[in-house]
């Protein structure tokens, strides 16, 4: 018998090594998520996943599943606080949704729907943050990111590359290339690499295929990301455990 | 027919491109259902000039220049609900993509040195409103009270939107309705 | 592996980096790990670090060349574009403030013509802030090229000013203007101690090292850099812990504005520092150990070097220490580059091995998973002085010493509004009252508590005493008198916080600057009650959702001076409840400007 732990009052079971968030995903519950990736490990950046565990607010990615925890998630106070980290995003960074590829594919986007944000409320930041187009294939618009360091982590784990890295630090960190001329047309990135599909906004596109799919198509056209979410999630087939 | 009071409401557009209020007339035949429960005050569809005390106000556009202050306090001091309606109202939208542009060489180029212009200046007429040097979202400037999300949101989620609150519920939009382009 | 390979440098603002570059980086390309090391010499030698330095490096050390600038870009005293020859940066922790550092700033950008912030057209200097300095109770104080001058004075700026300008180097300026006082004016258990070097890992020679471990447990010693952690147990998980290696740091990163109590440490008892250190080592089975140094304290190298290098003489450190088969440890230093958050255990850990300072997600806790993954044993300075002290008295007496779950002695680093500021060590237990008398403070408002992360109390409060049972602190006593405006004070630390914030999470990044704003909003005199909520919204929001300590503390300061100051924020206030907020006017001049117009239409109303 595996152990368990209680998400809302619900039994999850977990196996050892297992996160709170992967062991919710993997029995059919959603908890909120940016940074987390199935195939990444576990980052803890972005708290949209903030959970109370037996009382004590924490990242669900990160925190190890234990037997007999109490993990309270879709509770108004959680949400209010992921509303506001939401909005915190979306002032932060320059997120225009109609003039941007991503929308409708855009997991920030859909995350602001699903917890209903209807404005950042929050003075807006408009950071200068100039794009890079000089690569012959893809473009970098920062004006987007989120700083999950997804791509920085794919590009570096799976690709082998090191691609993106994050120069400052504070309200002044940003998402750089590894080139000494700053530009991406310098660095060996190739549109089959792992750094170019996971990023959860509008930064890293592939040039002249936007708005491809029509409104109404898109992936959170159909269903929202709690739904989507717990579709995508990796699931032991018969016994065996994803890691 | 009783004659409850009806809710006042005014529309205006700022720094937008009257695409909320085209949506707005995408209400469509429920216009008139509404229109049993609403009158219009200042709007672009009674073009009274000035607002007067009213119950709702939906304001389209962010504020880019000094006029746009003005017409957004008036609605502020006369509406005692606000609606910011769009993209533009909401987070400056379109014309805030100008807000990493140093304002002076906007000016300078666009009325000086702009190849074909000749004897160009800047206008200085006082009849002309001034541009402030960033667009601001409505929240910047005067409190509102609530959002309506995109660009244009669609005549179901401003209907949806505005009988929720005339009927005194916290307006909801949920998944389909929602959207922020 | 020579510890002391780190030469005292940053003197010369002019030297030939292509000529060094090569014998930098040759004597640090074996470790990774010393890659913010090696960026630190670097920057010292040339002043910045230039592009094609930058990418020399990457290849010689086979790194990706972002991560060079990642890392450069994360520590505050790293440039990757000219700062000038002369990089001035004034301490503008509260207590510099309240003892003039502004003027002094304003005074010394008039006199050579620069905007603080900017290079200078010709690139002599450049004149901006950084966090508190650790010089609290001889301020103000600046760092010019990473040297500590303190007693700033409106002479002094003006003849530093003059030496500048002559483009003196900084090795040459007057011997007393880097002058650094201890000022301890109240010894006890650490500071009085009459212990000759060596003495007590002579004594303990014959203890087992869970023999020591038990000791230190039940001395009860608990942590001095804030936390509290009980020390014993610390040391036994790392001991038990499973690893190919374990290690010993000492956290110096003394970065708690308004804290200086490390520094008078390392200057005056810095055997005792070492001593325990290696006690430690002994006890948790360490070969190696690092002092992770605040780069603000860099001065204080070459004492530290031969200090260390004293001991290897005396069989202190190095292999078979007293004669002890396989009782090998040493010492290494590294340093710090500004950046508060490295004094984070986890985030010192990361910078050790070379990386931003990023505070790691925890469980694992770095005594199983610490440097390089391996078991390491994180303390305080004043914590392996303490642990010395409880292994040289025994348990039962070092226990005796202050109050019942709180054993020992603590220094108190006491600045602001007093008579004689500097450094107070008392057993615990001692009342907030009793030091401001001893410090010879009049008409205190308020005390500032184990700094802008810790807890401000008001006069009522100051019978409560110092110690993990009521009053837990890391050692700083900031003082303010009933001339102080309270508002400010928060308002200092709020920009503390958002300069500090790693960026790592959403909430601390986006959150704390804009706690900066809203407190700058109120500043100007355009906050209203909107505000206020929009400021507990944020602390809230920080205080629950932030990755560490620094975000979860970062409203402290606010919430503290809210609930017994708030008449210092709401005479503040507007009588309205809502403000822009930008300067709407302010937001028209740029256009006036262009237009020449200033008709009525031209201007924006506060209200209408």
């Not at chain 2, 805030?96 to 200085?124: F, K, M």
């Not at chain 3, 074996?30 to 030698?45: D, F, H, P, S, Y």
């Not at chain 3, 308004?258 to 325990?276: C, I, N, P, S, Y």
Request: with cysteine; charged share 20%.
């Amino acid at each position: 018998m595996t152990d368990t732990f209680q998400l809302d009052g619900v039994a999850v079971p977990f196996e050892p090594g297992q996160t709170v968030m992967q062991a919710a995903l993997a029995a059919d519950h959603y908890i909120p998520h940016l940074c987390y990736h199935p195939e990444f490990k576990p980052h803890g950046s972005c708290k949209l996943c903030t959970v109370k565990v037996n009382g004590r607010t924490m990242a669900s990615c990160t925190m190890p599943a234990e037997a007999g925890l109490e993990v309270e998630s879709e509770i108004e106070e959680l949400n209010a606080l992921r509303r506001t980290l939401v909005q915190m995003l979306f002032a932060e960074g320059n997120h225009f949704c109609p003039s941007c590829e991503k929308s409708g594919n855009c997991m920030l986007q859909a995350l602001g729907y699903d917890l209903e944000v209807h404005a950042a409320g929050f003075r807006h930041q408009y950071p200068d943050r100039p794009l890079d187009a000089s690569h012959p294939d893809i473009l970098l618009d920062f004006n987007r990111c989120i700083l999950c360091e997804l791509c920085v982590r794919a590009s570096s784990e799976v690709d082998g590359k090191n691609v993106f890295a994050l120069a400052g630090r504070g309200n002044t960190k940003h998402l750089i290339v590894n080139a000494e001329s700053g530009q991406l047309r310098d660095t060996d990135i190739a549109l089959s690499d792992k750094a170019m599909q996971v990023c959860p906004v509008g930064v890293i596109l592939p040039k002249r295929v936007g708005f491809s799919q029509p409104i109404g198509e898109r992936r959170y056209d159909a269903s929202p990301i709690s739904a989507q979410a717990l579709a995508d999630a990796p699931r032991p087939p018969s016994g065996a455990e994803h890691d | 027919m009783t004659d409850k009071k009806k809710l006042r409401i005014a529309t205006t557009s700022l720094a937008g491109c009257f695409g909320c209020h085209m949506s707005i007339l995408d209400i469509d035949e429920r216009l008139f259902p509404l229109l049993e429960l609403v009158e219009f005050d200042r709007s672009p569809i009674t073009d009274i000039k000035h607002c007067g005390p009213c119950d709702i106000g939906i304001v389209e556009g962010g504020i880019c220049n000094a006029e746009n202050v003005h017409v957004l306090r008036e609605f502020r001091k006369n509406c005692k609900v606000l609606i910011a309606i769009g993209a533009c109202a909401i987070n400056g939208g379109l014309p805030a993509q100008r807000n990493h542009l140093d304002l002076s060489a906007c000016l300078t180029e666009v009325y000086l040195t702009e190849p074909g212009l000749v004897h160009g200046h800047i206008p200085n007429d006082p009849e002309l409103p001034l541009p402030l040097d960033k667009v601001h979202p409505l929240h910047e400037v005067v409190k509102v009270d609530y959002f309506i999300p995109g660009c244009p949101p669609s005549g179901d989620a401003i209907w949806k939107f505005l009988t929720d609150l005339i009927s005194g519920k916290t307006p909801e939009l949920g998944h389909g309705l929602i959207h922020y382009d | 592996m020579l510890p002391d390979a780190n030469p005292i440098y940053g003197e010369s603002p002019r030297c030939d980096l292509h000529a060094d570059l090569h014998e930098i980086v040759a004597r640090h390309c074996g470790e990774k790990t010393n890659l913010l090391q090696l960026l630190i010499e670097v920057q010292a030698c040339a002043g910045y670090i230039p592009a094609d330095a930058a990418s020399y490096i990457a290849a010689t050390l086979a790194i990706p060349r972002s991560r060079i600038e990642s890392v450069a870009s994360f520590y505050s005293f790293l440039h990757l574009k000219p700062a000038g020859e002369y990089r001035v940066l004034f301490s503008d922790n509260i207590t510099d403030r309240m003892l003039g550092n502004q003027d002094l700033m304003e005074q010394m950008c008039r006199q050579l013509w620069v905007q603080p912030g900017k290079v200078s057209e010709d690139g002599l200097l450049s004149i901006n802030t950084t966090s508190c300095t650790g010089m609290c109770d001889q301020g103000p104080a600046m760092l010019v090229n990473g040297r500590t001058i303190t007693r700033l004075g409106s002479q002094r700026i003006q003849e530093i000013g003059q030496l500048i300008r002559n483009r003196t180097p900084v090795a040459e300026w007057p011997e007393d203007y880097f002058k650094v006082e201890n000022n301890i004016r109240r010894g006890g258990l650490i500071l009085n101690n009459k212990l000759a070097y060596g003495q007590v890992l002579q004594a303990t020679k014959a203890l087992k090292p869970e023999a020591i471990i038990s000791t230190i447990k039940e001395s009860n010693l608990r942590g001095r850099g804030g936390a509290g952690f009980p020390t014993g147990m610390k040391w036994e998980a790392c001991r038990n812990a499973d690893g190919e290696a374990r290690y010993v740091v000492c956290n110096a990163d003394e970065g708690e504005p308004g804290t200086f109590k490390d520094r008078v440490l390392l200057t005056a008892q810095a055997d005792l520092v070492f001593e325990g250190m290696t006690l430690c080592a002994r006890a948790v089975g360490a070969k190696k150990g690092f002092l992770y140094l605040r780069g603000e304290y860099r001065y204080l190298l070459n004492h530290l070097h031969a200090v260390l290098q004293r001991r290897r003489d005396s069989e202190l450190l190095g292999e078979d220490i007293l004669g002890e088969r396989g009782f090998d440890f040493d010492i290494e230093i590294h340093l710090g580059a500004g950046a508060y958050i490295c004094g984070e255990e986890s985030a010192l850990i990361e910078s050790l091995e070379g990386k931003r300072g990023v505070p790691r997600n925890r469980p694992p806790f770095p005594v199983t998973n610490g440097y390089l993954q391996q078991p390491t044993a994180v303390d305080n300075v004043e914590t392996f002085c303490q642990a010395v002290m409880a292994l040289h008295m025994g348990a039962p007496a070092y226990r005796a010493i202050g109050t019942e779950k709180s054993s020992g002695s603590k220094l108190i680093s006491v600045s602001g509004d007093c008579a004689s500021p500097g450094i107070y060590e008392y057993p615990f237990g001692v009342s907030v009252r009793q030091i401001l008398t001893d410090c010879g403070a009049v008409n205190t408002r308020a005390v500032q508590i184990s700094g802008p992360s810790g807890m401000c109390i008001g006069e009522h409060e100051f019978d409560r005493k110092l110690g993990f049972e009521d009053l837990p602190t890391a050692g700083a006593f900031m003082v303010f008198d009933d001339s102080r405006d309270m508002f400010e004070v928060a308002r200092n630390f709020v920009h503390f916080f958002a300069h500090e914030s790693c960026g790592f999470c959403t909430p601390c990044r986006v959150g704390t600057s804009m706690l900066k704003q809203t407190m700058d909003k109120v500043a100007a005199g355009h906050g209203t009650q909107h505000d206020l909520t929009e400021i507990e919204n944020l602390d809230h929001v920080l205080q629950t959702t932030s990755h560490c300590g620094l975000g979860r503390t970062a409203c402290n300061p606010v919430l503290h001076t809210l609930k017994h100051f708030r008449p210092a924020y709401e005479t503040r206030l507007k009588s309205l409840d809502f403000e822009p907020a930008f300067d709407l006017d302010g937001a028209l001049a740029r256009a006036r400007q262009m237009t020449g117009r200033d008709d009525a239409g031209a201007h924006l109303k506060e209200n209408e």
